[in-house]
């Protein structure tokens, strides 16, 4: 796919660690799918950490409507995983109805050439190690690490 790609770190809400649970993988992973399948777009690499994750879109060329991809995703992750990861929310989120697993917005960078791509995507893949979780990229069950080295992109090491 041609077209711009951007890097976003999504965070859940008060840093709860609960990414890498089994309910909401898989409803991460479903969501992602739906939407894909409504809006294109190419997941680069990616890292799911326990309280955030990682990744790089390419959207097709023309279009750079993220924010809305990115709002249905949670929202499909929110409905199906509220009743499990129910927590207390301030008065503002109980208003607008907003379930207690992401921040309300992400961060996001357009990535500018090949280096940029480059570092961005081995920042991904190095997260787990950064964080202690892992002493090597190869061990994170929960990343498109392994991805890269079955493309000959990485070594297993």
């Not at 917005?105 to 480059?118: A, P, S, T, Y």
């Not at 961005?120 to 964080?131: E, L, Q, S």
């Amino acid at each position: 796919m041609t077209g711009t790609s951007y890097f976003f770190t999504v965070v859940t809400h008060r840093r709860r660690p609960i990414l890498c649970d089994d309910p909401i993988r898989l409803a991460l992973r479903l969501a992602i799918e739906q939407v894909r399948s409504r809006r294109p777009f190419t997941t680069n690499a990616m890292v799911l950490m326990p309280d955030h994750l990682h990744c790089i879109w390419t959207l097709p060329d023309g279009d750079n409507d993220f924010s809305s991809r990115w709002s249905q995703i949670k929202h499909h992750v929110s409905y199906s995983c509220s009743q499990q990861y129910s927590a207390t929310l301030s008065k503002s989120r109980q208003r607008q109805r907003m379930a207690a697993i992401w921040q309300r917005r992400f961060w996001e960078h357009q990535i500018r050439d090949d280096l940029d791509m480059e570092r961005h995507v081995d920042y991904i893949h190095f997260n787990p190690v950064k964080h202690g979780l892992v002493a090597a990229a190869s061990e994170w069950p929960y990343s498109t690490f392994k991805r890269f080295v079955r493309d000959g992109i990485y070594a297993a090491d």
